[in-house]
């Protein structure tokens, strides 16, 4: 298959996260198989900001990649953490003339067998949500202009996958909010009824069923709704604590 077609592939397979059984570590698995598949790199990893705003290492090409990278997070130096910060690429040809730039990962990079490292944001106009590592083997000499390549086709990767990340993340949270606000809505419904219900059993306003409905709610550390399903169902452990506030009916220890 041409390359041209692959790559078209490859970019349609990472924007397509809008899918029911979405999952984001097989997605960032893909990801960085696919770097390796097209690009001219030995292996990639993958880091994301958690709640915390702190990089954690979510997938990796190799298993050696991954505890490469989770050195660079304890170790507290690395081309991914320099790029996470800035929100600029960082590219390294060869780790061995510059390990005074980062010392540790450097010695534990070239160790692992990689000779150089291209980092490059996960990022959505001024939001970073991560970094991308590519890793070169030492015997791997990158010409600039096929270094360039390499760095702005795997940006391009990034970019795409952190708009479907972040796509994917917002439709969850609108559904997550419009099921919210539905289970409000239910709520209501049901509230309203045993409102109605208080009411008429005591001969009471709406007004003094609700403030008596809410403060056994309170007292008894129970949900509004929960409660007020209990009345409809005509609870007798319920009715009997539930009277109006002023109702000569109602225990003094709730009065």
């Known amino acids: 298959m041409p390359q041209q077609q692959r790559l078209a592939e490859v970019f349609v397979e990472l924007a397509d996260t809008l899918v ?18 097209l690009l001219n790199v030995e292996a990639a990893g993958i880091l994301l900001t958690d709640q915390a705003d702190e990089l954690q290492v979510i997938a990796a090409s190799t298993e050696q990649t991954r505890l490469l990278e989770l050195f660079q997070l304890q170790a507290r130096q ?24 980062w010392p540790l990962f450097s010695a534990a990079a070239l160790d692992a067998g990689y000779g150089g490292v291209v980092a490059l944001p996960m990022r959505m106009r001024e939001r970073i949500i991560g ?31 952190t708009i479907g990340i972040l796509g994917e993340r917002a439709a969850r949270e609108h559904q997550l909010l419009s099921q919210q606000l539905q289970i409000a809505l239910n709520s209501r419904v049901i509230i309203e009824q045993a409102k109605g219900m208080l009411a008429e059993r005591h001969q009471t306003s709406l007004d003094q069923a609700f403030a008596a409905l809410r403060a056994q709610a309170r007292d008894t550390n129970r949900k509004l709704a929960d409660l007020a399903l209990a009345v409809i169902d005509d609870d007798p452990a319920v009715m009997d604590f539930l009277h109006p506030p002023n109702d000569p009916g109602r225990r003094a220890d709730h009065g």
């Not at 029911?20 to 598949?37: G, N, T």
């Not at 081309?79 to 003339?97: E, H």
């Not at 070169?136 to 970019?159: C, F, I, K, N």
């Open 78 to 101: 690395g081309p991914c953490l320099d790029c996470f910060a800035t929100g600029r690429p960082v590219r390294v040809a060869d780790l061995a003339a510059e390990a005074s730039r």
């Open 20 to 37: 029911v059984d979405f999952d984001l570590i097989e997605f960032l698995h893909r990801l960085a198989e696919r770097c390796v598949e």
């Open 131 to 161: 970094a991308m590592n590519l890793f070169t083997a030492p015997s791997t000499v990158l010409a600039v202009d096929e270094a360039t390549t390499v760095q702005s086709l795997g940006q391009a990767m990034a970019d795409v996958a």
